[in-house]
């Protein structure tokens, strides 16, 4: 079922998905941020760091938006694992237990991550 990386921008990957161990809570991620499994993030080999990327739930089509900050281990690839999610991304997928057939694509429309951002951050309205 796994796909090798494309260089072909947009086009989807279809793989595996699993979550992050739990041994990784409080480490740095390839961005530099500390790993949390409440944060809508993913590690992956075939996005770039930083991208957002729409995760689909092959077998209930229940679909999650995660940004990429980390990489996986090759070994992970391997095994034809395209991304590692955090258990709040897993939950939006339908709460799978240990590893799901997933699509994954690229999000490459700036104004749609711009709303997405926004969206996952709202600004809290002054108060004087």
């Known amino acids: 079922m ?3 990386a494309t260089k072909e921008p947009g086009k ?3 793989g595996f998905a699993t979550i992050y161990a739990n041994r990784f809570i409080g480490l740095r ?3 530099g941020e500390i790993f949390k499994h409440s944060n809508l993030t993913a590690a992956s ?4 760091i930083n991208s957002w990327v729409k995760v689909t739930n092959l077998s209930n089509m ?3 938006i995660v940004r990429i900050n980390d990489r996986m281990h090759p ?3 391997r095994m034809g694992r395209i991304v590692d999610l955090t258990k709040a991304a897993a939950k939006l997928l339908g709460n799978f237990d240990g590893i799901v057939g997933v699509k ?3 999000l490459t429309d ?3 991550v711009v709303k997405l951002e926004s969206f996952l951050n709202p600004v809290a309205p002054d108060h004087d």
């Open 45 to 48: 080999n075939n996005f770039k």
């Open 104 to 106: 994954v694509e690229s």
């Open 12 to 14: 989807p990957l279809k």
């Open 110 to 112: 700036p104004i749609a």
């Open 29 to 31: 991620t390839a961005t």
């Open 75 to 77: 070994r992970m690839a």
């Open 2 to 4: 796994a796909q090798k």
């Open 62 to 64: 229940k679909s999650v």
